[in-house]
T-cell receptor, first 113, second 113 residues
Framework: EPEVTQTPSHQVTQMGQEVILRCVPISNHLYFYWYRQILGQKVEFLVSFYNNEISEKSEIFDDQFSVERPDGSNFTLKIRSTKLEDSAMYFC???????????FGQGTRLTVV | GNSVTQMEGPVTLSEEAFLTINCTYTATGYPSLFWYVQYPGEGLQLLLKATKADDKGSNKGFEATYRKETTSFHLEKGSVQVSDSAVYFCALLYQGGSEKLVFGKGTKLTVNP
């Protein structure tokens, strides 16, 4: 069964460092998303991406965040200068079309120290 | 705005007990509704969905009916198993503009043998 894969599963980084979280969406999907879940809190939408550009973003997704689809298969989330409060589980998701069900990856646990 | 309210957990049940996890939503228009499950150490998996009023989603013995009149999508299972222990998230997808899933806070279920 096709699935969304994310790497790494766990990343520890020092405050102020840049991190790149990687995702391989399901191959025939056209819409890609990043969500995050701070420990004990809700899963929150960060950004959606379609046709090589951001189609929607939340207020959380400020200038320190960026997304890219560099090679037609990977979908990355970059955090330029990590803060302690960026520590969370980051989920990548993809869907066939707009407003269709999203399939999630296993998540990357980011710990900023 | 759109929002989802789930019953507060944690919920602890004995094996073969009946499960209900309440979920109500606030949305303009007619969203699609979902239940996602997160097993320990894993990512979010779609459990079931309903896209219009009176639809019943079902999977693995779980059911939820989209009730427009009460704006609810309660999750039920007649006889839970230890393997059902997980965190359950209710979510909505607004069909008119936004592409993001809006999640509830999640309800942790523990089933004891």
């Amino acid at each position: 069964e096709p699935e969304v894969t994310q790497t790494p599963s766990h990343q520890v980084t020092q405050m102020g460092q840049e991190v790149i979280l990687r995702c391989v969406p399901i191959s025939n999907h056209l819409y890609f998303y990043w969500y995050r879940q701070i420990l004990g809190q809700k899963v929150e939408f960060l950004v959606s991406f379609y046709n090589n550009e951001i189609s929607e973003k939340s207020e959380i997704f400020d200038d320190q965040f960026s997304v890219e689809r560099p090679d037609g298969s990977n979908f990355t989330l970059k955090i330029r200068s990590t803060k302690l409060e960026d520590s969370a589980m980051y989920f990548c998701a993809s869907s066939v079309g707009r407003n269709t069900e999203a399939f999630f990856g296993q998540g990357t646990r980011l710990t900023v120290v | 705005g759109n929002s989802v309210t789930q019953m507060e957990g944690p919920v602890t049940l004995s094996e073969e007990a009946f499960l209900t996890i309440n979920c109500t939503y606030t949305a303009t228009g007619y969203p699609s509704l979902f239940w996602y499950v997160q097993y320990p150490g894993e990512g979010l998996q779609l459990l079931l969905k309903a896209t219009k009023a009176d639809d019943k989603g079902s999977n693995k013995g779980f059911e939820a009916t989209y009730r427009k009149e009460t704006t609810s999508f309660h999750l039920e299972k007649g006889s839970v198993q230890v393997s059902d222990s997980a965190v359950y998230f209710c979510a909505l997808l607004y069909q008119g503009g936004s592409e993001k899933l809006v999640f509830g806070k999640g309800t942790k279920l523990t089933v004891n043998p």
